[in-house]
Nanobody
Framework: QVQLVESGGGLVQAGGSLRLSCAAS????????MAWYRQAPGNQRTLVAY???????NYADSVKGRFSISRDNAKNMVYLQMNTLKPEDTAVYYC?????????????WGQGTQVTVSS
């Protein structure tokens, strides 16, 4: 059984910063791509950023220059540093990872963490 657990969400004023963390646990042989998605009320879930196993990153245009994704392969963790936050960044943020458990290779999701940016 593999679990992804996010933490670090909360309420912050516009211009502020937050750091999200996501820990993967369970029977894990390897993790390929890890990513952060977000979903605002009434909207579809969209990709915020991803990072490959060798550290190649990519970002949505709306967060480039403000957000930074990183990972710690030894700890099976991924992070999202969010700076200069805007009210439009308000959403539930979900961690996502492509994980090899030895029995199967699949995509796993966390339960989400709420980020609210006040103006």
């Amino acid at each position: 059984q593999v679990q992804l657990v996010e933490s670090g969400g909360g309420l912050v004023q516009a211009g502020g910063s937050l750091r999200l963390s996501c820990a993967a646990s369970g029977t894990i042989v390897s993790i390929n791509e890890m990513a952060w998605y977000r979903q605002a009320p009434g909207n579809q879930r969209t990709l915020v950023a991803y990072i490959t196993s060798v550290g190649i990153t990519n970002y949505a245009d709306s967060v480039k220059g403000r957000f930074s994704i990183s990972r710690d392969n030894a700890k099976n963790m991924v992070y999202l540093q969010m700076n200069t936050l805007k009210p439009e960044d308000t959403a539930v943020y979900y961690c996502n990872a492509d994980i090899n458990t030895g029995r199967r290779f699949g995509t796993y999701w966390g339960q989400g963490t709420q980020v609210t940016v006040s103006s």
